[in-house]
């Protein structure tokens, strides 16, 4: 049974930067399409970083140049590094796998495994 822990939210203020970690268990690492996801009060989840078997990267538009996804499969851990935070980029944080290939539009209801969030909040 694969688990997911983050860790790393924590409240800057706005221009700050933090930087989140998912550590993965439970299965093989190199396996799963593997995403960061955000969820504000009273919104639907949306994607925020992907990262796929291949390494290969996607980024909702409202992160890009700001947040960079990668990885250490040595020590099967997903990051995820926020720079230039943005009030609206406060949310609840959320790190997710699926077995194999990543779903299509990269959609958060084909992630089958999900840690348990980690809160980042940006003042102004």
């Known amino acids: 049974q694969v688990q997911l822990v983050e860790s790393g939210g924590g409240s800057v203020q706005a221009g700050g930067s933090l930087r989140l970690s998912c550590a993965f268990f439970g299965s093989m690492y190199s396996w799963y399409c593997m995403g960061w996801f955000r969820q504000a009060p009273g919104k639907e989840r949306e994607a925020v970083a992907i990262?796929?078997?291949?390494?290969?990267?996607s980024y909702a538009d409202y992160v890009k140049g700001r947040f960079t996804i990668s990885q250490d499969k040595a020590k099967n851990t997903l990051y995820l590094q926020m720079s230039s935070l943005k009030p609206e980029d406060t949310a609840m944080y959320y790190c997710?796998?699926?077995?194999?290939?990543?779903?299509?539009?990269?959609?958060?209801?084909?992630?089958?495994?999900w840690g348990q969030g980690t809160q980042v909040t940006v003042s102004s």
């Open positions: 990262i796929g078997l291949d390494g290969d990267t």
């Open positions: 997710a796998s699926v077995f194999n290939r990543c779903p299509e539009n990269h959609n958060w209801r084909g992630f089958g495994y």
